[in-house]
């Protein structure tokens, strides 16, 4: 595989070690937060190659320090991305791990319930004695089941059965939607202030991870080690090295995808009106927080308006 001997050349290229990390400030709570990305492998972008953007995603991970990150699989797309096995490989050459994200990504709402459990096997089957292979899975969408608990129920039954954990997220700052606006302002012949697009995207991340934080503190009492969810997109690879500077000089430290899982809140299971997000919402509903308990630019009314305002460049002339 000429692309992964490449891969594993420019990762023992690079050099070792990591940014050193700012000493806190004397009774500053810990904070850590793990990274990770779904859809993997993820279809083309505005900005790279599918070679290209995990190189860079691997180098931005690795110059910043970041020891493991998690990629949630869909084996699914490898029938259209032969290439994807070389790059999940190569991320876990790199120290990376990799976990179920269902074989090609049903919405359980509208998924027959037996339809969705044997997706979620395909993918198991796949990943079973690959290397960096995790027991978790993360439900595309991040939908539970919606209000359907039967269906829920019926899902986290199974999980358990197979020996899977919940994959859950705890900061969410729908990166997702950037690169979708990005890719249609690019298509549409649109002009983008890419320092000001990244900005955005970076302030926006950081913002989720304060908020949710903020509300888990309220609520469980206690900063617990969290995840953030990423893609394994053009704009958040060409935004990561600044977003995991960003959480450093916040204070969060970026620590590994297995200490995150290892938190105690893995174990919780809310039982909600609506089973869909992170769970951090979901604990804070359950525990009788009122509305919001979400990061108010996972709207993407809010989001569409900020990407409008300060990352479309208005390309007519000015008026007299």
């Known amino acids: 595989m ?5 891969m594993l050349m420019l990762f023992a290229a690079l050099l070792p070690g990591a940014l050193a990390a700012e000493e806190a400030a004397e009774g500053t709570p810990v904070k850590r937060i793990a990274l990770s990305f779904d859809d993997t492998p993820r279809f083309e972008g505005a900005l790279y ?10 180098a931005a991970l690795h110059g910043g320090g970041v020891k493991q990150a998690a990629f949630f699989i869909n084996p699914g797309k490898l029938a259209e ?3 994807g096995k070389a790059r999940i490989a190569a991320y876990v050459a790199a120290g990376h791990v990799i976990a179920n994200h269902t074989f090609s990504h049903p919405q359980l709402r509208d998924t027959d319930t037996q339809i969705y459990i044997n997706n979620i096997r395909a993918a198991a089957d796949w990943l079973d004695g690959r290397k960096g292979n995790r027991p978790w899975f993360r439900f595309p969408f991040l939908d539970e ?5 039967v269906k829920r129920d019926a899902i986290r039954g199974t999980l358990d059965e197979m020996g899977l954990r919940n994959g859950y997220v705890t900061v969410d700052a729908s990166d997702w939607f950037y690169d979708a606006e990005f890719g249609r302002a690019v298509r549409a012949g649109k002009t983008v202030n890419m320092d000001a697009l990244k900005a955005l995207f970076v302030e926006s991340h950081v913002g989720a991870a304060a908020a949710y934080d903020r509300i888990a503190r309220e609520t469980l009492g206690r900063s617990p080690a969290h995840v953030m969810l990423l893609h394994e997109s053009d704009l ?6 600044d977003l995991i500077a960003a959480l450093q000089v916040a ?14 809140i893995a174990n919780e299971m809310p039982d909600v009106p609506y089973s869909q997000g992170t769970i951090i919402e979901m604990i804070a509903w359950e525990r009788g927080m009122p509305a919001p308990r979400w990061y108010e630019r996972n709207d993407t009314r809010v989001a ?5 305002e300060r990352v479309l460049v208005d390309a007519e002339e000015p008026k007299e």
């Not at 000429?2 to 490449?6: A, E, G, I, V, Y």
């Not at 190659?49 to 691997?58: A, F, P």
């Open 2 to 6: 000429p692309f992964l001997r490449s």
């Open 49 to 58: 190659s599918d070679d290209e953007r995990s190189i860079r995603l691997i």
């Open 81 to 83: 991305k032969p290439g």
């Open 145 to 149: 089941g919606g209000k359907d608990k």
């Open 236 to 241: 958040t690879v060409l935004a990561l090295p």
């Open 251 to 264: 204070g969060w430290e970026i620590i590994t995808a297995d200490e995150a899982y290892a938190d105690p």
């Open 304 to 308: 569409g308006e900020l990407f409008r």
